[in-house]
């Protein structure tokens, strides 16, 4: 799999990019993960994406990975040996979005399925209803195959167009695309439950309001407090709560971790992802150690599920909260989840993987490390 990188973060860039996988005959396509600080214009964004000689697929991330270095500024653009099948899920925070409908209205018109694929699927990391679109994939696709990606967006925490698509841009969707090669998947996050378990009593899609009836903010505040000293508001919560995310409890699997982004005045905590009324919950907390061992579990994840022991390319989705947390040891993190070998990708708002045969998920504060041959 061939990757060009532009650090210039430019529409220049990303055109010298592409023109250089083109020059090669057996590129077909491409998958684009580009970072938020390029601040590039829509407008620029789209006219560069219609014009250029290959598709292009992808999303714009808080930053990305190239050679397992972090840049918060420039774009990856990996080529692809064929076309993906593809189609995009719009509204996605609308409450009457008809998920399985809006999937098989392009699903259905896709060709046989190839024996060996890999769905990536690109979300707008701060639309409300992620995980009724995740769910409505599972219905619709199965889980024969693997998924991976995650979710396109701003540390700003505003909505903006950040998913890509041969047509252009588009905010509050997500892109579904269907890669023509086999994968083998490791994911975890290394958070520990630190919190008696609680039940979330009510919720609107990502938005907590209470946790054992009472307002979900003042509760939070008091576990966090409980446990670190520290005490959190509005104006110092993401700083603090980057330490302190929410477990959602599993029958039989690891919790799934929501990450808690902001308090806002009606006492509620808003998250990446939903958190459902009725789910059982507890407070996770994690240090360096924690988290470099998850991330080489992920690889051993990956590697014990490839049949090859050479790699042709590996592709990382990992949540931009870890960045955060981790801060100067990032680079120990990257080297655990790619053994040494380069490691390419998105550092993302929330991340969607399983592993062929189990839960299909929007995770948070997780890395996804994913094995891609073609």
Same mark, same amino acid.
Request: proline share 4%.
């Given at each position: 799999m061939?990757?060009?990188?532009?650090p210039t973060g430019t529409v220049a860039g990303l055109a010298e990019a592409v023109g250089r996988l083109n020059a090669n005959p057996t590129v077909h396509a491409a998958l684009v993960f580009a970072a938020d600080g390029n601040n590039l214009p829509a407008e620029a964004m789209n006219a560069a994406i219609t014009a250029s000689p290959l598709p292009l697929l992808g999303g714009i991330f808080?930053?990305?990975?190239?050679? *397992?270095?972090t840049y918060e500024q420039g774009t990856?653009?990996?080529g692809l040996d064929h076309l993906p099948d593809y189609g995009v899920v719009d509204t996605l925070s609308a409450a009457d979005t008809a998920f399985e409908t809006a999937i098989s209205a392009f699903a259905d018109n896709w060709p046989d399925e190839p024996r060996d694929a890999t769905y990536l699927v690109v979300v707008d990391g701060l639309a409300a209803r992620i995980s009724d679109l995740i769910e409505a994939l599972f219905f619709s696709l199965g889980l024969e195959h693997n998924f991976i990606?995650?979710? &396109?967006?701003s540390l700003s925490f505003r909505q903006s167009p950040c998913i890509i698509t041969p047509e252009g841009l588009c905010e509050d969707s997500a892109l579904v695309a269907r890669l023509a090669a086999p994968s083998a998947i490791g994911v975890s996050h290394g958070w520990q439950p630190i919190s008696e378990t609680m039940t979330v009593t009510e919720s609107a899609g990502n938005?907590?309001?209470?946790?054992?009836?009472?307002?979900?903010?003042?509760?939070?505040?008091?576990?966090?407090?409980?446990?670190?000293?520290?005490?959190?508001?509005?104006?110092?919560?993401?700083?603090?709560?980057? *330490?302190?995310?929410?477990?959602?409890?599993?029958?039989g699997a690891e919790v799934v971790v929501r990450d808690p982004l902001m308090m806002n005045d009606a006492g509620e905590i808003v998250?990446?992802?939903e958190v459902p009324a009725g789910c059982r919950i507890r407070l996770l907390n994690g240090d360096v150690?924690?988290?470099?061992? &998850?991330a080489g579990n992920a690889r051993d994840g990956a590697t014990s599920n490839h049949p090859r022991e050479a790699v042709d390319t590996a592709l990382l989705f990992d949540c931009i909260s870890r960045v955060l947390f981790l801060d100067a040891e990032l680079g120990r993190e990257l080297h655990a989840v790619g053994g040494g070998a380069p490691v390419h990708g998105a550092f993302t708002l929330g991340e969607?993987?399983?592993?062929?045969?189990?839960?299909l998920d929007f995770l948070n504060k997780s890395i996804v490390y994913a094995i891609i041959d073609q």
């Open positions: 061939q990757v060009e990188f532009d808080p930053a990305i990975a190239y050679r *397992s270095e990856l653009v990996v990606g995650g979710g &396109a967006g938005r907590v309001q209470t946790i054992d009836w009472q307002p979900a903010a003042e509760l939070y505040a008091r576990e966090v407090f409980a446990h670190s000293g520290q005490r959190i508001d509005a104006d110092n919560f993401f700083s603090i709560a980057k *330490s302190y995310p929410l477990g959602i409890a599993r029958y998250c990446v992802g150690d924690t988290l470099l061992t &998850a969607i993987a399983n592993s062929g045969h189990d839960y």
